[in-house]
C-alpha cells in the first residue's frame, strides 16, 4: 500500500466543502475555548499564541470553502496551525493552567484549555484530511475505523480485567490471599492472557486467519533492528525527560513505581515479564491489529499516528498518579514512543521488532527505579 495520502475527492465539491466546514467550526470552537482560557498569569501570553493560531485555522478553512485557496494549501496551514495549538495548549497546561470553567446551571467544572487541546488535536486530522482532498465519505469512514480501534483497545483492558479474575479464583482455592509477589505473577499472567484473548476474539471477528499476525523468525537484520529501536527509545526517553526537566516540566509516575519501590524484589517478577509478556502482547494488539488493521483506511503513516493515539489513550489509567499537568506530559512522552514502535513494524513488518523493543526498553526503565 502506498505511503501517500493524497486522494482524488469522489463524493463532489458539496462533500469536499463538509471536510474544509468541519474544520472551520472545530478551529472556531477552539478559539472559543482558548479565550474562556484566557488568564492574567504567565501563560496568558501562550495562550494568546494558541488564539492565533486557531484563527489562522480558522481562516484557511473557510478560504478553501468558498474556493479562495486551494485544499492541497488550505490543508498545511489548517493543520500546521493547530498543531500549534495543541502544543502551546499543552505546555500551559503542564505549567498548572486548566482554565476552569462551571458549566451554567451545574455544579461541573470543566478544563476549557483541556477541551482545547483535544479540539485542536482533532482540527489537526481534519487539516490533515483537507490536504489529502479526501471526501466527507473518506473522512467519516476514517473516523469510524479510529473509533472501533479506540473501543477495541478499551475491550482489552477489560479482557486483562476478566482473565486476572479466573486466574485468581484458582490460586485463592489453592492457597488463599496471594501475596505480593503470586499477585504480580497474575497480574502479568491475565495481561497476556487478556490481550491475547481480544486479539484472537477481533481477528476471528473480522475472518483473518493466523496469516494476518507478522511473526518471522528473527534474523540479523532483524535483531539489528530491535538493538536500534531499543536504544532510540531510551535515548528518546532520556532526552525528552532532560528536557522537560529543563523546561520545569514534571511527569507523574506510572501506577508500578510506587509497587517497585515498596518491593524491590518484585522485579525478578517484573523485568522478565515486560520483555516476554507485556512487550510482545501489548505490541499483538496495538500494532499487529490495531495499527494493521487501519492500514486499510489509513497511508502508513497515518496508521502509525492514530494507532499511538489508541495506545496512548489506554494508558491514562496507568499514568493517573498526578495532576493533569504530569499526566499529560508522560502520556505525551509515550505518544512519542509509541510513535517510534509503530514506526519500527511499519518498516519491518515482523511483530517480534516492536514487541522485543517494547519490552527491552520498559525492563531498563523498571530497573532503573531501584537505582
Not at 485468581?168 to 499472567?189: F, I, K, S
Not at 493517573?320 to 509503530?342: P, R, Y
Not at 517494547?358 to 525492563?363: P, R
Request: charged share 10%; proline share 3%.
Amino acid at each position: 500500500m502506498s505511503d501517500s495520502v493524497r486522494r482524488v475527492d469522489d463524493g463532489g465539491p458539496a462533500s469536499a466543502a463538509a471536510v474544509s466546514s468541519l474544520g472551520a467550526v472545530l478551529s472556531a470552537v477552539t478559539l472559543g475555548f482558548l479565550f474562556l482560557s484566557l488568564t492574567r498569569g504567565p501563560e496568558s501570553a501562550v495562550i494568546w499564541g494558541g488564539a492565533v493560531g486557531a484563527l489562522v485555522a480558522t481562516g484557511a478553512f473557510l478560504a478553501s470553502r468558498y474556493g479562495l485557496l486551494e485544499r492541497a494549501v488550505a490543508g498545511p496551514i489548517g493543520a500546521g496551525s493547530s498543531l500549534l495549538v495543541v502544543a502551546l495548549s499543552a505546555f500551559a497546561i503542564m505549567q498548572g493552567t486548566l482554565g476552569s470553567v462551571v458549566l451554567p446551571g451545574l455544579e461541573w467544572s470543566v478544563s476549557s484549555l483541556f477541551a482545547a487541546f483535544f479540539v485542536g488535536a482533532g482540527v489537526v486530522g481534519v487539516g490533515v484530511a483537507e490536504y489529502a482532498h479526501l471526501s466527507g465519505r473518506e473522512l467519516v469512514d476514517r473516523l469510524t475505523l479510529t473509533v472501533e480501534m479506540i473501543a477495541l483497545a478499551v475491550v482489552g483492558l477489560f479482557g486483562m480485567s476478566i482473565a486476572y479474575l479466573f486466574l485468581e479464583l484458582p490460586v485463592m482455592l489453592a492457597v488463599g490471599e496471594p501475596t505480593a509477589t503470586q499477585q504480580m505473577t497474575l497480574e502479568y499472567l491475565s495481561t497476556g492472557v487478556g490481550l491475547g484473548a481480544v486479539a484472537a476474539g477481533y481477528l476471528a471477528y473480522r475472518e483473518h486467519d493466523w496469516s494476518f499476525i507478522d511473526l518471522e523468525w528473527p534474523t540479523r537484520w532483524t535483531v539489528a533492528w530491535i538493538v536500534v529501536g531499543s536504544l532510540l527509545i531510551i535515548g528518546v526517553n532520556i532526552g525528552a525527560s532532560s528536557l522537560m526537566t529543563f523546561a520545569g516540566i514534571e511527569g507523574s509516575e506510572h501506577s508500578l513505581t510506587q509497587d517497585i519501590l515498596e518491593n524491590p524484589s518484585l522485579l525478578v517478577i517484573i523485568v522478565p515479564a515486560m520483555v516476554l509478556i507485556v512487550g510482545p502482547f501489548e505490541e499483538l494488539l496495538y500494532r499487529n491489529v490495531v495499527q494493521k488493521s487501519l492500514y486499510s483506511t489509513f497511508s502508513r503513516t497515518g496508521a502509525v499516528v492514530v494507532a499511538s493515539v489508541v495506545f496512548t489513550l489506554v494508558h491514562i489509567i496507568a499514568y493517573a498518579t498526578a495532576g493533569a499537568g504530569e499526566i499529560l506530559a508522560s502520556l505525551s512522552l509515550l505518544f512519542v514512543l509509541s510513535l517510534i514502535l509503530g514506526g519500527l513494524y511499519a518498516r519491518t513488518e515482523n511483530l517480534l521488532v516492536p514487541a522485543l523493543a517494547h519490552g527491552c526498553y520498559n525492563a531498563v526503565v523498571v530497573s532503573f527505579v531501584v537505582l
